[in-house]
């Protein structure tokens, strides 16, 4: 099983990043997908979800209205779309599918100005 995240990199207040998490080694259309986010010194909370046929989604309050998940079955891939941009969405952003422990390395998101 393999889940690659990318797309990270730094951005300014405001601004938008989107991540993809292309999954690999198992049926990625069978499985509820997750975003989740780690900040130095705090633990990883959960962002973002998503069904298996894309038609129902989960978000942290957090995040809401600001981000949005999206999945395409036929890439294997899952997407986090990141709009307005705060400082305290700085993180590592993984993807995870649920109920599993499989995890991907992760991809840094820093929002300063």
């Known amino acids: 099983v393999q889940l690659v995240e990318s797309g990270g990199g730094l951005v300014q207040p405001g601004g938008s990043l989107r991540l993809s998490c292309v999954a690999s080694?198992?049926?990625?259309?069978?499985?509820?997908m997750n975003w989740y986010r780690q900040a130095p010194g705090k633990e990883r909370e959960l962002v973002a979800g998503?069904?298996?046929?894309?038609?129902?989604?989960y978000y942290a309050d957090s995040v809401k209205g600001r981000f949005t998940i999206s999945r395409d079955n036929a890439k294997n891939t899952v997407y986090l779309q990141m709009d307005s941009l705060k400082p305290e969405d700085t993180a590592a952003y993984y993807c995870?599918?649920?109920?599993?422990?499989?995890w991907g390395q992760g991809t840094q998101v820093t929002v300063s100005s």
């Open positions: 080694g198992f049926t990625f259309r069978n499985y509820y």
């Open positions: 995870n599918a649920r109920l599993t422990a499989w």
């Open positions: 998503i069904t298996r046929g894309g038609g129902s989604t």
